[in-house]
């Protein structure tokens, strides 16, 4: 195989807009992802759809994705990056536009999948490009400003989808990506240059359909199990079966091929190794928090999606006030620092959160936000410098692809999880909390001087009962914010497995760029 090599870009401001177009880019799909479960229930209304049924507009996005995205390292290095992320920016527009005229599920479900397809190789398509139009030494504060973008897409999208939801209808959430998606378009045409291009590559067939038939079960399984009960359902049985088998066939093939789908090479390096364990990590840290909080606040204190919205703000504006630190700091402290402290200052936020009742307000929600945005942009900024700072540019391509692609689907992992501790806490919780509500329980009868809670009655234990799961459900969110804590703490001796600065080496050189057409 060919080596790749570094076209670093010396115009300014061809790199501003290189990095402008890639930001908006790789905010698409991650928007996408987002704002489609802002606008679920309208969606549902509209198409009058069954909660299951309703799932897979959910279910098809997440499935495609992942086995979209480790694709991206062969075709972009085939086909060159470039053309890749044209061709990924177009067909996501495309679906974009016919999921606002989607007139049944299956249209929509159809046109998901299409979305998922392209979108997911956007992003680690765009982490390359960054790579080889910058030099190394500019690589901490690009990625910050980078991933700062990037990140603002699932924080602003449910407000947004909410927002154009209320005033025309979902499929506005959905037509919103046009303009931007076509912008996109056009920002890449002028500003990105063409990589080189491997024409001798072969698609590893087997590779990628065993990587694909491993990817598409476990993100179904994950994502129908706590629906159906997990492995008391024969469907994830199954699944299960199929995904564990498919992903040994896979290793064992990726091991023993001459050129396969994905270079498992990139793992032998020691920074990339520790950095992509650090990074899919902190997906979970990043992502959990987003599928939590909206929910604590929406169901048990009944706080509307605009508010809600609003009191996610400032962990926005943490990550960009992050992401501004770190760019400086990152010429000239220890990135083995700065990811520790990531890490390590996520912990007491989500210590605090565990700390959290049902009386929680805004100020408690914008610090423990604040604090997390700011730890947020500390690692991401710290570990994807770290990953590529020893990695061949040859592997760069792979390395990105399968970057992105641990960090989406061990967060999927991470949220399953926490999913089902939060439902079996509730349902744990509830049945203990319930064995105190007797006739003889004084405490009861003294606070039901009004006779509201008259367990006599259908209406006062509908009461109790709605009181019970909210308290309930309360503990289970509780359990998840004590787990994220020690995820966060857990995390941070993994630092010490880093090489530092010094050992930063390159064996590779740059040359100058070339512009190309599509």
Known sequence: MTDETNTIVDSRIQQIFILLSLTFAAALPTLNVTIANAVLPQIRGDLSAGLEEISWVITATLVSTAIAMPTAGWFGMRFGQRRV?????????????MLG???????????????????GPIPPICLPIILRSFAKAEHGWVLAV?????????ILAPPLGGWLTELYNWRFAFLFMVPIGIATYFLVVAAITESRRHTELRLDWFGFLALSVSVGATQFLLDRGNQV?????????ISAVVSGIAFYVFLVHCLTTRQPFVDLRIFLDRNYSV?????CISGILTFAPLMLIPTLLGRLRDVPVETISIMLTPRGVGFVLGAVIVAR??????FRVLLAFGLASQAPAFWYMS??????GLFEIFVAGSVLGLGEAFTWTAVATIAFS??????????????QFGRFFLSSVGISILVTVLARSTQVNHAALGENITPFNETLRLTNQSGLLDIGVVQGLARIDGELTRQAMMIGYLNDFWLLTLLALSTVPLVLLLHGPASRRSSETAEPVTSSST
């Open 85 to 97: 992320l044209i061709g990924s920016v177009i067909g996501f527009t495309i679906a974009s536009s």
């Open 101 to 119: 005229f989607a007139g049944s599920l299956e249209e929509v479900v159809f046109w998901r999948v299409i979305q998922g397809l392209f979108g």
């Open 146 to 154: 980078w991933s700062g973008g990037v990140m603002l897409a699932p």
């Open 229 to 237: 009960d997990w492995f008391e359902s024969p469907e994830i049985l």
């Open 275 to 279: 950095a992509f364990s650090c990074w």
């Open 329 to 334: 700091l990152i010429r000239i402290i220890d």
């Open 355 to 360: 700390t959290f009742d049902l009386g929680v």
């Open 390 to 403: 020893t990695l061949p540019p040859s592997l760069h391509g792979y390395g990105a692809a399968i970057f």
